[in-house]
């Protein structure tokens, strides 16, 4: 029977979100938050939005996956913010049958 990975959704939020973030100040000031403070500040030189778009794309893909890794390992050593749900009892768990 296949089993699904464990996952914590919470987790796996606050795990992306911490590494986008973290990517944001790539380059800073000339970053993407640089560059958005700029943007939306009206202030000189303005960023193209193509390269705000592109780099918003870039730093959401690459902190899907290393969120996504990171959870996982964060998983497997037993740290979660949410509990698993309840598992149905298998046969393997009954006990013996009274006699």
């Given at each position: 029977m296949?089993?699904?990975?464990?996952?914590?959704?919470l987790?796996r939020v606050?795990?992306?979100?911490?590494v986008f973030i973290?990517?944001?100040f790539?380059?800073?000031?000339?970053?993407?938050?640089?560059?958005?403070?700029?943007?939306?500040?009206?202030?000189s030189?303005?960023?193209?939005?193509?390269r705000?778009?592109?780099?918003?794309a870039a730093?959401g893909m690459?902190?899907?996956?290393?969120g996504a890794a990171?959870?996982t390992?964060?998983?497997?050593?037993?740290?979660r913010?949410?509990?698993?749900?309840?598992?149905?009892?298998?046969?393997?768990?009954l006990?013996?049958?009274n006699a």
């Amino acid at each position: 029977m296949h089993r699904t990975p464990p996952t914590d959704d919470l987790l796996r939020v606050v795990c992306c979100s911490a590494v986008f973030i973290a990517l944001g100040f790539v380059n800073h000031p000339n970053g993407l938050w640089g560059d958005l403070f700029r943007l939306v500040g009206g202030l000189s030189p303005t960023p193209a939005l193509g390269r705000i778009a592109g780099s918003t794309a870039a730093f959401g893909m690459v902190a899907w996956f290393t969120g996504a890794a990171i959870e996982t390992a964060l998983i497997s050593l037993g740290l979660r913010l949410t509990h698993p749900p309840d598992q149905a009892a298998d046969y393997d768990d009954l006990g013996p049958p009274n006699a």
